[in-house]
């Protein structure tokens, strides 16, 4: 069985302020691990994913997430806040045996000017 | 770049109603998936698709739900008779190699 946790539903930085959005995953096989972001009234976006590799992945428009498996962790972050970061982001999680995708609650970033 | 196209983006019905919500995946993929956000809450699984069959669904899709690739290329979600409760975004994704690519969304009301 699969999923994931994200803690915090709402998140809110300053402008230019780091930004870190937390994800814990459970899998009892190696997993995929998926960021995606939702802007207002629009669908969802890829932000970034591990697969196998490199444990640090970058994705679009400055984000990074590193994939932890000791702590079961895939924590988005980034340096420096933008207006333009606000959306909702969602965790996710699948594996390279299975074909479904199981999402975290979500969490809502707010960016303070 | 290719895209999963859906349509309608908004559709309002009447309770019981049957309501077919239409999508394009991206024309190679081979794994076709709808999920649900109902106003506010997570994006939620209802049923994955494969070599034209199901090939997961979850407990929301019960015998009032039903998918067809009816060509080679749309993918349908079908709600026979809709409640409130329907009132939800779909979005239809599909994929190759574990990666989801959502299309944009059909926003369903049920009045």
């Known amino acids: 069985a699969q999923s994931v946790t994200q803690l915090g539903s709402h998140v809110s930085v300053s402008e230019g302020a780091l930004v870190l959005l937390r994800c814990n995953y459970s899998s009892s096989v190696p997993p995929y691990l998926f960021w995606y972001v939702q802007y207002p009234n629009q669908g969802l976006q890829l932000l970034l994913k591990?697969?196998?590799?490199?444990?640090l992945v970058k994705g679009i428009n400055g984000f990074e997430a590193e994939f932890k498996k000791s702590e079961t962790s895939f924590h988005l972050t980034k340096p420096s806040a933008h207006m333009s970061d606000a959306a909702e982001y969602f965790c996710a999680v699948t594996s390279n045996t299975g074909n479904q995708f199981y999402f975290g609650t979500g969490t809502s970033l707010t960016v303070i000017p | 770049e290719p895209e999963v196209t859906q349509t309608p983006s908004h559709q309002v019905t009447q309770m019981g109603q049957e309501v077919i919500l239409r999508c394009v995946p991206i024309?190679?993929?081979?794994?076709f998936y709808w999920y649900r956000q109902i106003l506010g809450q997570k994006v939620e699984f209802l049923v994955s698709f494969y070599n034209n069959e199901i090939s997961e669904k979850s407990e929301i899709f019960d015998d009032q739900f039903s998918v067809e690739r009816p060509d080679g290329s749309n993918f349908t979600l079908k709600i026979r008779s809709t409640k409130l409760e329907d009132s939800a975004m779909y979005f239809c994704?599909?994929?190759?190699?574990?990666?989801?690519?959502f299309g944009e969304g059909s926003r369903l009301t049920v009045l």
């Open positions: 591990y697969t196998t590799g490199a444990t």
């Open positions: 024309s190679n993929h081979l794994y």
């Open positions: 994704a599909s994929s190759n190699t574990g990666e989801l690519f």
